[in-house]
C-alpha cells in the first residue's frame, strides 16, 4: 500500500468551508440521517473528513467521533475548530479523535458508524479499504454509509488526477459484498451544477453482517 508523501489539499485547506461545501455536507448528513438513526453510545468515524464538516454536524447525536484524513492541511483547520466547540459534549477532548494518515492506521473494531463524503473517488485501492474496515473497524452490525459521484467523464476535478471518475453504483455494491458488507440501499440524493455540467451525488448504506 502506497502512502501519500505530497499533502494535496494543502493549498486548499484555508478556504476549503466555502457555502457550497458546507451546504454539501449538510445535505449529506440530512439524507444519512433518514436512513440511519445513530444512538448516543454510538462511536463513529468520519472517513477522509477533511475539515470535519459532516463529522461535527453528527457529533451531538453521538458519543464519540474519530475524524481520520490523509491531509495534514485539512486536520489543521479541523483542529482549530475543535479548539472551539466546547460547546458540544461529543468533541470534548475525551470523545473526539483525530487522525492524520490512512483508514489502515485505525485498527480497533468499535466502531458502530462510518461515513465517507466525496473521499473514496481519491482512493486507488477501494478493495483493500472495504475489506479492512469489514475485519477491522466495524462491530458486527456496523453501518458504513457512503456518500459520492456517480460516474462521470472525468471532468468534475478538471486536469487533477483523481482514480476514479465517479463510481458505477452495482460494481461498487459488489466490491463491498465481498467484503461481508451488505449493501441495504442506494440511490441519487443530490445534483450540483458546475458550469454547464451536472454531476450526481449518490448515498450508499450497507451493513457489517452480524456473524457470530
Not at 449538510?26 to 444519512?32: A, D, N
Not at 468520519?46 to 492541511?73: M, N
Not at 463491498?176 to 442506494?186: A, G
Request: charged share 30%; hydrophobic share 35%.
Amino acid at each position: 500500500m502506497k502512502t501519500m508523501t505530497t499533502d494535496k489539499f494543502e493549498h486548499k485547506a484555508k478556504e476549503w468551508d466555502s457555502p457550497v461545501k458546507v451546504e454539501m455536507a449538510g445535505k449529506f448528513v440530512r439524507e444519512m440521517l433518514e436512513n440511519i438513526t445513530p444512538e448516543k453510545n454510538f462511536k463513529v468515524l468520519d472517513y477522509g473528513c477533511g475539515t470535519g464538516l459532516a463529522g461535527i454536524e453528527v457529533a451531538p447525536l453521538v458519543k464519540s467521533v474519530i475524524f481520520l484524513d490523509s491531509s495534514k492541511a485539512m486536520l489543521d483547520v479541523l483542529s482549530e475548530k475543535l479548539k472551539t466547540a466546547g460547546d458540544i459534549e461529543s468533541l470534548s477532548p475525551e470523545n473526539s479523535k483525530v487522525i492524520h494518515g490512512d483508514i489502515f492506521k485505525y485498527v480497533t473494531k468499535d466502531v458502530d458508524m462510518l461515513f465517507s463524503l466525496m473521499a473514496l473517488h481519491h482512493i486507488e485501492d477501494l478493495e483493500s479499504v472495504f475489506e479492512h474496515i469489514s475485519r477491522n473497524i466495524l462491530k458486527p452490525s456496523g453501518v458504513f454509509v457512503i456518500g459520492d459521484l456517480t460516474d462521470e467523464d472525468g471532468s468534475f476535478h478538471g486536469e487533477e488526477y483523481v482514480p476514479h471518475s465517479g463510481f458505477n453504483i452495482p460494481e461498487l455494491a459488489r466490491q463491498l459484498e465481498m467484503s461481508d458488507l451488505e449493501v441495504e440501499t442506494t440511490y441519487t440524493y443530490n445534483t450540483m451544477k458546475r458550469g454547464d455540467k451536472e454531476y450526481n451525488q449518490f448515498i450508499l448504506v450497507a451493513r457489517k453482517a452480524d456473524k457470530k
